[in-house]
């Protein structure tokens, strides 16, 4: 007896019998199907073993906001050198000059001895015909490039420099017939009914994968005895930037990485003494003259740690552990790897002999119940930490160490102003890329497309 085949059935596998590799874009032109039929075709074709899907990926390089400036002006330590051509200038006149690059161009051509420099004037020592990275700006200018049409080797150092380099996943999908689905016949009739052919599979409703590695990371939260604390997602920039020591003219203050509320400001942002103290040490540490008004702006909370600080000046605790966990909202780039808004989770503990030691082991612990042994710690710099430590945990799948959550001590200028005595451990990170190691994927976009398939087949995580 004869398979009996829906009309989209029939289109997909009359096209693919005329041309046997086709990607649903394809199959839309020759079938004449809607995209929501070519995939709702290809799920039925997968189910009855008659349609293979291969899946792939490649990478495609572009220029972000630095290293469309170099393209345009070109590499900081070129115009550095470019500069100095004439020969030795005031490092005060190179300072107004180059501006913000000023510093970045003159780590490189130091650590590359192209320059001489005393405490009042830099001259060049050497200055090379083409400097690593140059060739791939060129090449690259305004277009997308795959990682075969660029020299891998002069692009590398750029992609360890921020916001030079934007890596884009791009996936493709090719449908081809199985074997047993070359020969069958298509009838044009409904035929008779066969009352040994399986029942339309049901799918019974479940939770959703991210959600399940929210509500495990929350329950090892709690059988770690920490309370959990709850804010809101929208915070003045006092308690989101200010109160945190970040100065008012840092670039994660500025629009293009961070959501403002149009034309909305707080009117209580804390108390007249805690705006006080915060104020002095913002004057005091970074010489300049902090603006009350700046404090009040309205953001969409960048990271949980506004609700941490606000909690932690409100309630002066001697001892305390506890988390926050909920959606954070950063102005960036979507990629493979970032989102505009995403799961946040951080760690807090406070007293009066706690250190560094405790906090890594602590970080220990937590990994090793969400099922991660293969860690390791690595200094690093965060504006309101001191020491600063980046936890790095080996990705098996892609035989490298990645980065994972940030930790440190919270900095005297960010406690003393608001009242607190005992040292603060911290830590905290992205949920997502948990759950991304978690569930082996390599695209943080695959827990919200609402891919059905991946959805009913992925393991619950322990």
């Excluded at 919270?410 to 759950?435: D, N, S, Y």
Aim: net charge positive; with cysteine.
């Amino acid at each position: 007896m004869s398979q009996v085949f829906h009309d989209i059935e029939k289109k997909i596998i009359i096209s693919l019998r005329a041309n046997p590799k086709q990607t649903p874009e394809m199959l839309e032109k020759s079938t004449q199907l809607s995209p929501d039929q070519i995939r709702r075709g290809i799920e039925w074709l997968k189910l009855k073993d008659l349609a293979l899907v291969t899946e792939s990926q490649t990478s495609v390089f572009s220029l972000g906001k630095n290293g469309t400036e170099s393209f345009q002006k070109g590499l900081p330590e070129r115009r550095l050198l470019n500069l100095l051509q004439n020969g030795p200038r005031k490092i005060s006149d190179l300072q107004k000059e180059l501006g913000s690059v000023f510093g970045p161009s003159m780590g490189l051509a130091r650590k590359n001895n192209w320059i001489e420099a005393n405490s009042e004037q830099i001259s060049i020592n050497k200055s090379p015909l083409d400097l690593p990275g140059e060739k791939t700006l060129k090449l690259i200018g305004n277009k997308k490039l795959s990682k075969t049409e660029i020299d891998f080797n002069d692009l590398s150092g750029l992609l360890s420099r921020p916001d030079f380099i934007v890596e884009d996943i791009i996936k493709t999908k090719e449908i081809t017939l199985s074997d047993s689905a070359k020969d069958i016949e298509l009838s044009d009739s409904t035929g008779d009914i066969d009352v040994e052919a399986k029942v339309p599979e049901v799918f019974v409703a479940r939770t959703h994968p991210l959600k399940d590695t929210i509500d495990e990371i929350r329950e090892i939260f709690v059988t770690l005895g920490f309370s959990e604390i709850l804010g809101n997602m929208t915070q003045s920039s006092f308690w989101n930037f200010d109160a945190l020591f970040t100065p008012q003219d840092h670039p994660a203050r500025e629009l293009q990485d961070t959501f403002y509320l149009d034309k909305m400001s707080a009117k209580k942002i804390g108390t007249s003494e805690q705006i006080r103290k915060v104020s002095e040490s913002h004057k005091k540490n970074w010489r300049y003259q902090w603006d009350i008004n700046e404090a009040r702006k309205m953001v969409l909370r960048t990271h949980t740690t506004s609700v941490t600080i606000k909690h932690l000046a409100e309630t002066k605790p001697d001892e305390a552990r506890i988390f926050s966990l909920g959606r954070v909202f950063r102005n960036e780039k979507v990629s493979y790897k970032h989102l505009v808004e995403f799961n946040q989770v951080e760690g807090v503990v406070v007293g009066k002999d706690a250190s560094l030691r405790n906090l890594m082991g602590i970080q220990r612990e937590f990994y090793k119940r969400i099922g991660i042994t293969k860690i390791k710690f690595w200094p690093t710099f965060f504006p309101y930490t001191e020491p600063s430590l980046q936890t790095m945990v080996y990705n098996e799948k892609l035989g490298k160490w990645i980065e994972l959550f940030g930790m440190g001590i919270f900095r005297p200028e960010v406690t003393r102003p608001l009242g607190i005595t005992k040292p603060v451990l911290a830590w905290g990170g992205g949920i997502e890329r948990i759950a991304m190691l978690k569930y082996d994927l390599n695209d943080v976009r695959e827990f919200y497309n609402n891919n059905l398939g991946w959805l009913r087949s992925a393991t619950k995580c322990q």
